[in-house]
């Protein structure tokens, strides 16, 4: 996949974020078009050079994308919206970045957005007769896989708490993040149940917010980021995809599911391994995820996350930082923006421009998002 | 005054059936070209695993076993669930080798790998009528299905 001489090599060349959190007082399309005019100057790019907008949301509605653009100001470019629930990001960014790698355009722009709705929610994400029987509670449908994962490899709740402390810690020094404040491991396992044995610190708190990337084959500045592989996978027949809300009532199961295809996929189009991979951002929407992720990513043996946690492998300090940015758990899960957040945190990272939770020295770095349907969106990204 | 009489229904047509001496089944497809087995039923006749138009009704026994199980403490967002909380759902292995999610009756209290049966048992009260649903309770449970 990585050999095809024609396809371009694809750069971040700029890229921006809001501040996480809740924004009664702003609107998408005002904290969308402030993402994007940051983006600009970060890439010290006129807006006129940009060819396409690819934009990802998932609770704005009719063309979300166009009321952002439309701040800007039209200029006769495409916009193409695109919902692929908590990976809309990912997606958006995929597609920017083939819309770029097979010479369609130079220049491009990736963003995402979400201002979460209050009230009830209409679900696409489950059929009727399974949201009135009460499955469609994201942190119970973890909870399923979370004990599964406790049963199979003797995880206790102690160490689902100390991914919550090891991310609030890394939230505390991230001035954009929702939550900037650290928590015990005692306030974890002593916060209110959810959906046992899942409690309110385990799981991650909403966020409004938008996040903007200038993509290009062109970079202009030595703050250029390479990006190596962008791969979304969408379902794997049969597998049990818990954190999607959906049980495979099959009796043919797949060996590896939809996380390891997109990972195996995305290190062979970079053409490195998981032990090339200097910082992670790993999906933490509930923290005992982020566990069986890294695990699922490549990164370690089924089962053994919990143990390198302990020892410090995943500190800013350690061998392998994940979630730098303080994860979905502290930066707050603004849907369609998360996994673009999750790029530009590895971004800043790569560009030893992430401030007092910089990495020392990171060279290579992997986003990951999950999202309904079921979607598993993996991005590696090079200095 | 007229009597208006109380009626159950499913909360969705096709998900179960009971049989004549009043012990409920499960209804699912199964492949007639490669064997593999479907919950809940498919109405169209496609094989998601082969791709082949070979399906057929089967019924399932309604015995299995818990692999995973959560208790709900907060009303679902949305206002699509109607039911009692907390209550505790979870996942079925059904004895034919299908995962199903299911709620349960979690007194007396279940725990992963303990044997489960099917019951049919009201999820809530909507006019006047009882919306009913399959649950899964303890082998040895006397919860007894209402329908
Ligand atoms: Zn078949």
């Given at each position: 996949m990585s050999q095809n001489a024609k396809w371009k090599d694809v750069y971040v060349q700029g890229a921006s974020t809001t501040k996480w959190g809740f924004f009664p007082n702003d609107s998408t399309s005002s904290m969308g078009s402030a993402a994007i005019v940051d983006a600009l100057k970060d890439a010290q790019i006129k807006w006129g050079k940009v060819e396409a907008v690819f934009a990802g949301s998932v609770y704005q509605g009719t063309a979300s994308g166009h009321r952002v653009v439309g701040e800007i100001g039209f200029t006769g470019i495409p916009i193409v919206n695109v919902e692929s629930a908590c990976s809309s990001g990912a997606t958006a960014f995929r597609l920017a970045y083939d819309s770029i790698r097979l010479g369609q355009y130079e220049t491009v722009l990736a963003i995402g957005f979400e201002k979460m709705p209050?009230?009830?929610?209409?679900?696409?994400?489950?059929?009727?007769?399974?949201?009135?029987?009460?499955?469609?509670?994201?942190p119970a449908n973890y909870a399923l896989e979370t004990m599964e994962y406790m049963h199979q490899y003797g995880a206790t709740v102690e160490d689902f708490a100390r991914v919550s402390v090891k991310n609030r810690r890394n939230g505390s020094l991230n001035p954009n993040a929702r939550f900037q404040k650290a928590v015990s491991t005692e306030e974890v396992l002593q916060s209110a149940m959810i959906a046992s044995p899942l409690r309110l610190l385990n799981c991650c708190p909403l966020a409004d917010g938008a996040v903007a990337m200038v993509l290009t084959s062109k970079p202009e500045s030595n703050r250029a980021i390479r990006v190596a592989s962008s791969v979304l996978v969408s379902g794997v027949y049969g597998e049990e995809s818990y954190q999607s809300g959906i049980t495979a009532s099959v009796h043919h199961y797949p060996s590896k599911g939809i996380v390891e295809k997109s990972a195996r996929e995305a290190f062979e189009s970079a053409g490195y391994g998981p032990e090339d991979i200097d910082i992670v951002q790993a999906?933490?929407?509930?923290?005992?995820?982020?566990?069986?992720d890294i695990e699922k990513l490549g990164f370690c043996a089924r089962g053994t996350a919990p143990e390198l946690l302990r020892e410090g492998v995943f500190d800013l300090t350690g061998s392998l930082p994940v979630n730098t940015d303080g994860g979905l758990l502290s930066r707050g899960h603004p849907l369609g923006a998360t996994a673009l957040a999750q790029i530009h945190e590895i971004v800043s990272q790569l560009r030893g421009e992430a401030g007092q939770r910089q990495v020392a020295n990171p060279k290579l770095g992997l986003a990951?998002?999950?999202?309904?349907?079921?979607?598993?969106?993996?991005t590696i990204l090079q200095r | 005054m007229m009597k208006i009489e109380r009626?159950?229904?499913p909360v969705m047509e096709g998900l179960w059936k009971v049989e004549a001496d009043g012990k409920p089944y499960l209804i699912g497809s199964r492949c007639e070209a490669c064997g593999e087995v479907f919950f809940p039923r498919k109405k169209l006749n496609f094989c998601m695993q082969c791709h082949e138009e070979y399906l057929e009704e089967i019924q399932f026994s309604g015995e299995g076993r818990v692999l995973a199980l959560t208790k709900v403490e907060r009303q679902p967002a949305g206002g699509f669930y109607k039911g009692a909380v907390p209550y505790t759902y979870g996942?079925?292995?059904l004895d034919e080798g299908v995962n199903i999610c299911s709620q349960?009756?979690?007194?007396?209290?279940?725990s992963v790998g303990e044997r489960v049966k099917m019951v049919v048992v009201k999820l809530y009260e909507e006019e006047n009528n009882d919306v009913m649903t399959f649950k899964f309770t303890a082998e040895n449970s006397l919860v007894?299905?209402?329908g």
């Amino acid at each position: 996949m990585s050999q095809n001489a024609k396809w371009k090599d694809v750069y971040v060349q700029g890229a921006s974020t809001t501040k996480w959190g809740f924004f009664p007082n702003d609107s998408t399309s005002s904290m969308g078009s402030a993402a994007i005019v940051d983006a600009l100057k970060d890439a010290q790019i006129k807006w006129g050079k940009v060819e396409a907008v690819f934009a990802g949301s998932v609770y704005q509605g009719t063309a979300s994308g166009h009321r952002v653009v439309g701040e800007i100001g039209f200029t006769g470019i495409p916009i193409v919206n695109v919902e692929s629930a908590c990976s809309s990001g990912a997606t958006a960014f995929r597609l920017a970045y083939d819309s770029i790698r097979l010479g369609q355009y130079e220049t491009v722009l990736a963003i995402g957005f979400e201002k979460m709705p209050r009230g009830p929610i209409p679900s696409t994400a489950f059929p009727s007769w399974q949201l009135a029987m009460g499955f469609n509670v994201q942190p119970a449908n973890y909870a399923l896989e979370t004990m599964e994962y406790m049963h199979q490899y003797g995880a206790t709740v102690e160490d689902f708490a100390r991914v919550s402390v090891k991310n609030r810690r890394n939230g505390s020094l991230n001035p954009n993040a929702r939550f900037q404040k650290a928590v015990s491991t005692e306030e974890v396992l002593q916060s209110a149940m959810i959906a046992s044995p899942l409690r309110l610190l385990n799981c991650c708190p909403l966020a409004d917010g938008a996040v903007a990337m200038v993509l290009t084959s062109k970079p202009e500045s030595n703050r250029a980021i390479r990006v190596a592989s962008s791969v979304l996978v969408s379902g794997v027949y049969g597998e049990e995809s818990y954190q999607s809300g959906i049980t495979a009532s099959v009796h043919h199961y797949p060996s590896k599911g939809i996380v390891e295809k997109s990972a195996r996929e995305a290190f062979e189009s970079a053409g490195y391994g998981p032990e090339d991979i200097d910082i992670v951002q790993a999906y933490d929407s509930m923290g005992p995820g982020e566990l069986w992720d890294i695990e699922k990513l490549g990164f370690c043996a089924r089962g053994t996350a919990p143990e390198l946690l302990r020892e410090g492998v995943f500190d800013l300090t350690g061998s392998l930082p994940v979630n730098t940015d303080g994860g979905l758990l502290s930066r707050g899960h603004p849907l369609g923006a998360t996994a673009l957040a999750q790029i530009h945190e590895i971004v800043s990272q790569l560009r030893g421009e992430a401030g007092q939770r910089q990495v020392a020295n990171p060279k290579l770095g992997l986003a990951h998002a999950m999202g309904a349907g079921p979607n598993s969106a993996v991005t590696i990204l090079q200095r | 005054m007229m009597k208006i009489e109380r009626k159950a229904i499913p909360v969705m047509e096709g998900l179960w059936k009971v049989e004549a001496d009043g012990k409920p089944y499960l209804i699912g497809s199964r492949c007639e070209a490669c064997g593999e087995v479907f919950f809940p039923r498919k109405k169209l006749n496609f094989c998601m695993q082969c791709h082949e138009e070979y399906l057929e009704e089967i019924q399932f026994s309604g015995e299995g076993r818990v692999l995973a199980l959560t208790k709900v403490e907060r009303q679902p967002a949305g206002g699509f669930y109607k039911g009692a909380v907390p209550y505790t759902y979870g996942i079925v292995q059904l004895d034919e080798g299908v995962n199903i999610c299911s709620q349960l009756v979690d007194d007396p209290v279940l725990s992963v790998g303990e044997r489960v049966k099917m019951v049919v048992v009201k999820l809530y009260e909507e006019e006047n009528n009882d919306v009913m649903t399959f649950k899964f309770t303890a082998e040895n449970s006397l919860v007894r299905g209402e329908g």
